[in-house]
């Protein structure tokens, strides 16, 4: 079955950065649609960045553009966010997120806390 493990939040100062990790196994890795979502407390969880099989072409939210880099490794079926000059607001749980063969699956989140 399809498990999407992530990794790498905690806590960090404004203006940190942190590194999440999410190892894909139980489908065909580099096939699929991978990205990164996450929710605050009292909010939906929303789009954080995309980044898609043929060509690995991404997409950001406004809010993450110029800080934010989403990317893969296919030999090491795992997607990687890069987050840079982390704000308040960052905070919330991340989740790692896989369309393959029209369905979605969700990793169990890892928390992110930006503050000082």
């Known amino acids: 079955q399809v498990q999407l493990v992530e990794s790498g939040g905690g806590l960090v100062q404004p203006g940190g950065s942190l590194r999440l990790s999410c190892v894909a196994s139980?489908?065909?890795?580099?096939?699929?649609?991978m990205g990164w979502y996450r929710q605050a407390p009292g909010k939906e969880r929303e789009m954080v960045a995309i980044?898609?099989?043929?060509?690995?072409?991404?997409n950001y939210a406004d809010s993450v553009k110029g800080r934010f880099t989403i990317s893969r490794d296919n030999a090491k079926n795992t997607v990687y966010l890069q987050m840079n000059s982390l704000k308040p607001e960052d905070t919330g749980a991340y989740y790692c997120?896989?369309?393959?063969?029209?369905?979605?699956?969700w990793g169990q989140g890892t928390q992110v806390t930006v503050s000082s």
């Open positions: 997120y896989a369309y393959y063969v029209r369905a979605a699956s």
């Open positions: 139980g489908f065909t890795f580099s096939s699929a649609r």
């Open positions: 980044i898609r099989s043929e060509g690995g072409s991404t």
